[in-house]
Nanobody, 119 residues
Framework: QVHLVESGGGLVQPGDSLTLSCAAS????????MGWYRQAPGKQRELVAS???????NYAASVKGRFTISRDNAKNTVTLQMNSLTPEDTAAYYC?????????????WGQGTQVTVSS
């Protein structure tokens, strides 16, 4: 129903910035929440940031003040601007799209994009 494609990952040094983008295609409902999750080696996948259809953002405590999530409903895209990156931010980042379908929430996931922060 919904296809997500991420882009923007790469190798950067501590203190650098990076911007991730996610484009959604398919049947897009106006009632949805988009977000970014990440999974580091040996760790569970965790929420980084999410944003509702009306633009209300939520952030993990570890990234609040450094990362900014935004969305463009007309283009069906969500962007994660990451500043002051640290080695602890190294992970595979996944775009998430949560939407209502027949009275319940359904999740769609992108393939992931790797972010590596190393000196």
């Amino acid at each position: 129903q919904v296809h997500l494609v991420e882009s923007g990952g790469g190798l950067v040094q501590p203190g650098d910035s990076l911007t991730l983008s996610c484009a959604a295609s398919g049947t897009i409902s106006s009632n949805n929440i988009m977000g970014w999750y990440r999974q580091a080696p040996g760790k569970q996948r965790e929420l980084v940031a999410s944003i509702g259809s009306l633009g209300s953002p939520n952030y993990a405590a570890s990234v609040k003040g450094r990362f900014t999530i935004s969305r463009d409903n007309a283009k069906n895209t969500v962007t994660l601007q990451m500043n002051s990156l640290t080695p602890e931010d190294t992970a595979a980042y996944y775009c998430n799209h949560r939407t209502l379908y027949r009275g319940g929430w359904y999740d769609y996931w992108g393939q992931g994009t790797q972010v590596t922060v190393s000196s």
